[in-house]
C-alpha cells in the first residue's frame, strides 16, 4: 500500500503505518476558508504521535476528521486510511462501529463526550455493552476498574454521580475513561491532560504509555504542552496555519527544531529554575514588580 | 479591615453525595485580597478551587463562614438576577462554552461588556480582539466557530471588556502554548492593574501562576495548605503538597522521561 512506511524511533523499534492509520493529503475546508491544506500524519500501533501547534492551527479539525465528527459544512479531500479502507468514504453505519469500538476520542472539552443527564456508570457501560455484549455485572466492574486506572477519586461513588458534579479535571480523566473502556486500537487525545496538576497528570501520562506498551494501542497525542509532549511522544509533527512545518523524533524536534515556529515555542517555556531550591536570594526569578503583599490568613 | 476588596473568612461549602455522604470541597478557607493585587490559587485536581471561585461569584451555596466584596456580604444567587454589585466580578469559567452565549456573535457579547464598563470608550471590540491575538473579523462570527483555545481567549476579552474591580480566571489560559499564556496572563495582569482591580487566578501550574501572581495560595483536600509571596512559595515549598507540585513537572528534555509519580 502506498502508505506503508518504515519508522525508526528512538527505542529503534520498527513498526509500519499500514497497522494503524495513515493521514494523506488531508484538506479541509469549512465554509469559505482552508483549514487544513493537505497534511500527511501516520498513527503506529504501540506508539504515541505528538500534534503540536499553536492556537487554531488546525490540531483539533485533525482529530475530529479522523472520525467525521467535522461540521456539517466542512469539506474533506484526501484520505484517511485505517484497517484498509478510507474512512473518509464509509457509509455512516460503519463509520458509527469504528467510532464506537476501534477509534477512541477524548475530546478537548471533555463535557463533549459525555451526556449530562446521565450517571457515569450508564455512560461507561451502556457504551462497553452496547459494543461488546458483556454481561451488567461485568461492565460494572470494568467501569470500576477504569476509574481507578484514569485515578478517579472515590470510583464507588464516582458511578453514581453526574457529570456537572465533578471538578473539571475529574471530567477530563471520566473522558479519558470513556474513550478507553471498549479497548480501543487507535487513540485520539485532545489536549487529554489540560485541566490536571502535574501531580495527576504525571499517573495519567504513565497510563497512556502503558495502554501503547501493553497493547499495541496507536495514540495521537495532541498536547501545546511540550513537557507532556517530551514525557510521552515518540513522534511529533508541529502545525502551523494548517501545515506540518517540522515531524521528526521527539527528540530532535525537541532538542534541536529546524522551524521558527518550534523554536520560539521552546524559548517561551516558562523556566522552572530553581523550583524548590531554597536558595538566600540571588536575582528575582519571577519577572513580576514588588507590590505590597500580606494576605492575611489568620 | 476596609482596604480589602475581597475577603474570604472561614469559608465553608459542602456538596451532598450520593447515598448520605456529604463533601466538604472548601473547608474553612480565609484569606484577603486587595486592590491591585494578584493572587494565584493552585492546588491538586479536585481540591476545591472551582468551588471557591464559584461560591464568590454568588453561584454556591455558602454553609458557614462569609465573603465579603467591597464591603458587602456576599449571599447566593438562586433565581434572583445578579445585583449591580455582583457586576463588578467578573469569572472566566474553566470550560470557556460556560462563560459565553452560544447564540450571540463574539463581537456582539464583548459589546454587551462593555457597556456596563464604569469608563466608558476605554476599548472597542476590535481592540481587545487584538490584546488576545483574534483577527478582527472574529467579531461576525459565534463562539462554537473558534478552537478551544480562541474560546479561551474570547472569554478573557468578554471579562475585561466590563472592566470589573475583580477577575477570577479560572484555569484562563491552560489550552494555550507558552507564548500565548506568557502573553495572555500579562495581559489580565495588567489590566486588572491598570485599572485598579484585583485577580484571583486559578491554574494547577505552578509555573504559569508564577509568572503573574504576587502571592500564591496553595489548596488541598479543599484547606489553603501553605499562602506566601511567589518567591517563597517557589524557592522554599513548606507544605509536602506544594513540594511534590513543584517534582511533577514535567521537562521539556526530548528524552521521554516520565515524571516523578508521587506517593499518594
Ligand atoms: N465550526 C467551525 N467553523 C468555522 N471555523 C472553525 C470551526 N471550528 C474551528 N474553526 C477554525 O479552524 C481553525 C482550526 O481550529 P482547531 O480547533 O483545529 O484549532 P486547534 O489547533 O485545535 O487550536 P487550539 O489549540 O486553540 O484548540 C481555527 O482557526 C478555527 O477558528
Ligand atoms: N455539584 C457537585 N456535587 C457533588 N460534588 C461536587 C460538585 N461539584 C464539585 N464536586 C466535588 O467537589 C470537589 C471540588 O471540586 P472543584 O471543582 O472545586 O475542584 P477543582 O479544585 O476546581 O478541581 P480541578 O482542578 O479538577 O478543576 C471535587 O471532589 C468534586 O468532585
Ligand atoms: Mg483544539
Ligand atoms: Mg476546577
Redesign the interface.
Known sequence: MSHAKEFEF?GARHASAEDGLAIRDLKIRIGEREILHGINLDLIPGQITGL?????SG???TGLAMLRLLPKNAKTEGSITFEGRDLLALPERDMGRIRGQHVGMVF??P?ASLHPMLTIERQLTDHLRAHTGVSKKEARERALDVLRKVRV?LPE?AL??YPH??????LQ?IAIAVAIICEPRILIAD?PT??????????V??LL?QLCDDLGLAVLLIT?????????A?RIAVLRQGEIVEEGT??????NPQHEYTR?????????E??????E?AE?????EE???E???? | MSESLLSLDDLRVQYKLPGRGILTAVDGVSFDLKPKQVLGLVGESGCGKSTLARAVCGLEPIHSGGITFNGTPIRTLGMRTRPAELLRIQMVFQNPYASLNPRRTVGKQIEDGLRIHPQRDSWSVAGLLEEVELPAEAANRFPHQFSGGQRQRIAIARAIASGPDLLIGDEPIASLDASLQAKVAGLMRRLALESGASMLFISHDLAVVRTIADEIAVMSKGKVVELGTVEQVWRSPRDPYTQRLLAAIPAVDGLGTLPGLPED
Not at chain 1, 521527539?250 to 532538542?255: E, F, G, I, N, Q
Open positions: 528512538d503540536a501547534g499553536e492556537s487554531g490540531k483539533s479539525i478537548q472539552d463535557t477519586p461513588t453514581k454521580k458534579q465533578f471538578s473539571g479535571g475529574q480523566r489536549e489540560t485541566a490536571l496538576d502535574v501531580t495527576v497528570q504525571a499517573g501520562l504513565r504509555r501545546h504542552d511540550l513537557g507532556v509532549m517530551s514525557s510521552l515518540d521527539r527528540y530532535d524536534v525537541l532538542r520560539a515555542l521552546i524559548d517561551a517555556l516558562p523556566s522552572h530553581r523550583a524548590g531550591a531554597d536558595l536570594s528575582s526569578a519571577a519577572p513580576v507590590i505590597s503583599k494576605v492575611g490568613n489568620e
